[in-house]
């Protein structure tokens, strides 16, 4: 079983940054890519980023290209999405996500219990 915890998330204003992290435990983390989904209220789960884990690639929702980065420190089984230039429409909870075949669906094996965050105007 593998374990992922999401922490990182807040209360920021429009135009800040957050950072998220994913700690992985349980199973060996670097065998599975990573990626991160995010849920407002009253909407569908969205992906948002994902990063393959046999070369490392990386995959954006296409309006988040330019301000989310997601990326990962294999020595610490941890993934992180560093989010900028916020917007109030970014206001969700955050999810981390782990499979061995990435993917922009909803469809991973192991997920987080997920992180608020919350964009103010």
């Known amino acids: 079983q593998l374990r992922l915890v999401e922490s990182g998330g807040g209360l920021v204003q429009a135009g800040g940054s957050l950072r998220l992290s994913c700690a992985a435990s349980?199973?060996?983390?670097?065998?599975?890519?990573m990626a991160w989904f995010r849920q407002a209220p009253g909407k569908e789960r969205e992906f948002v980023a994902s990063?393959?884990?046999?070369?490392?690639?990386?995959l954006y929702k296409d309006s988040l290209k330019g301000r989310f980065t997601i990326s990962r420190d294999n020595a610490k089984n941890t993934v992180y999405l560093q989010m900028n230039s916020l917007k109030p429409e970014d206001t969700a909870v955050y999810y981390c996500?782990?499979?061995?075949?990435?993917?922009?669906?909803?469809?991973?094996?192991?997920w987080g219990q997920g992180t608020q965050v919350t964009v103010s105007s």
């Open positions: 349980g199973r060996t983390s670097n065998n599975y890519s």
């Open positions: 996500a782990a499979d061995v075949v990435p993917s922009t669906r909803a469809g991973y094996d192991y």
């Open positions: 990063l393959t884990r046999s070369d490392g690639s990386t």
